[in-house]
């Protein structure tokens, strides 16, 4: 079996969940607390082929699910335990709960049957959070996984989903990390050991809709 037929095994819909990580206006908006972050995310075309794909899905009737990072404004209950958590609590831009900078940033488009899970906590969009639990309520198989970044939160999801027994498929263009040539590197010597790598054009394809046939005219 060739790679395009086993990934379209893979991402059957009936199995398939489609993940994007903290693709929030506050990491990759336009008044980002991460300007680095999110032009690359912009300018490498990551963040439009998140949105390509979370439209795909929505027509393929696969499962979306939007892991964001956020933090009460009191800081209660947050990681203070690392560089990264310290430096973040300094930010102009605040991950702060109910605020806009934690609603998915656009051109990605939520829909009603998208769910959204938040946390407070940690690195990763699954470890202490309920999206495994959601995931195997909805009998996902396959996990694809999106969004930011490549440095941190990526290979933390695709770590933690692969320990808890999913296949993964990261689209390698639909992830972004700081600098710019360090995403393809990671992808190459650490998700390939792990993932399924593919394309955006690759999964859109698996998830096509075909179109129904005219109906005959009387």
Known sequence: MGHAEQLREKLAPDGAVL??????????????????????????GALHNVARLVAAAHGADVQVLHAVAERRPDGRGANHN?????????????????STAVRIAEP???????????????????????????LRNL?????????????????????????????????????????????????????????TLATTDEVLGCWKVPRRAPAPRC
Do not use: K, W
């Open 82 to 98: 690392a560089r990264l958590f310290r430096a973040a609590a300094r930010l102009p831009v605040q991950q702060h709960s109910g």
């Open 108 to 134: 990605i488009e939520v829909a009603e049957q998208d769910l959204v899970v938040r946390r407070l906590h940690g690195l990763s969009p699954l470890a202490g959070t309920d999206v495994d639990a959601l």
């Open 139 to 195: 009998g996902c198989r396959t996990l694809v996984v999106t969004g930011v970044s490549a440095n941190v939160a990526i290979p933390n999801a695709v770590f933690d989903a692969v320990n808890l027994g999913y296949t993964v498929v990261v689209p390698g263009d639909a992830i972004a990390g700081v600098p710019a040539d360090y995403t393809p590197a990671m992808i190459r010597n650490t998700l390939a050991l792990v993932a």
């Open 19 to 44: 993940l994007t990580v903290e693709c929030q206006q506050g990491v990759v908006g336009r008044d980002s607390a991460l300007p680095e972050l999110a032009a690359v995310a912009r300018s490498s």
